[in-house]
């Protein structure tokens, strides 16, 4: 069975880096294309980042942009979210998504387009 675990999350100060990790198992990795989303308490879930299965583009909400960079390995099927120059407001809880459709641009960053989640890790940016 398809499986998402994501791994990395943690407390950070802010201005500081984390990476989060999403190790995936039991499907073809090469044909989905990935998602990261986040949900703070009361917030809805929003996507940070995704990497479109074709041609491996990439796509940031400006919230992040120039912080947030999304990337995959195929060979370990893992996918990682790179996160710089963090901020309180990034805290919430991470999740990876992965989604069998071709999704170009700002379509990427829609969670309603992705069928499989992880279970989410925690992340908080604090004094």
């Known amino acids: 069975q398809l499986q998402l675990v994501e791994s990395g999350g943690g407390l950070v100060q802010p201005g500081g880096s984390l990476r989060l990790s999403c190790a995936t198992s039991?499907?073809?990795?090469?044909?989905?294309?990935f998602g990261w989303f986040r949900q703070a308490p009361g917030k809805e879930r929003e996507g940070v980042a995704c990497?479109?299965?074709?041609?491996?583009?990439?796509n940031v909400p400006d919230s992040v942009k120039g912080r947030f960079t999304i990337s995959r390995d195929n060979v370990k099927k893992t996918v990682y979210l790179q996160m710089n120059s963090l901020k309180p407001e990034d805290t919430a809880v991470y999740y990876c998504?992965?989604?069998?459709?071709?999704?170009?641009?700002?379509?990427?960053?829609?969670?309603?387009?992705?069928?499989?989640w992880g279970q989410g890790t925690q992340v908080t940016v604090s004094q």
């Open positions: 039991g499907f073809t990795f090469t044909y989905y294309g």
């Open positions: 990497i479109n299965r074709i041609n491996g583009s990439t």
């Open positions: 998504a992965a989604t069998a459709l071709s999704l170009f641009g700002s379509r990427c960053l829609r969670n309603l387009d992705y069928g499989f």
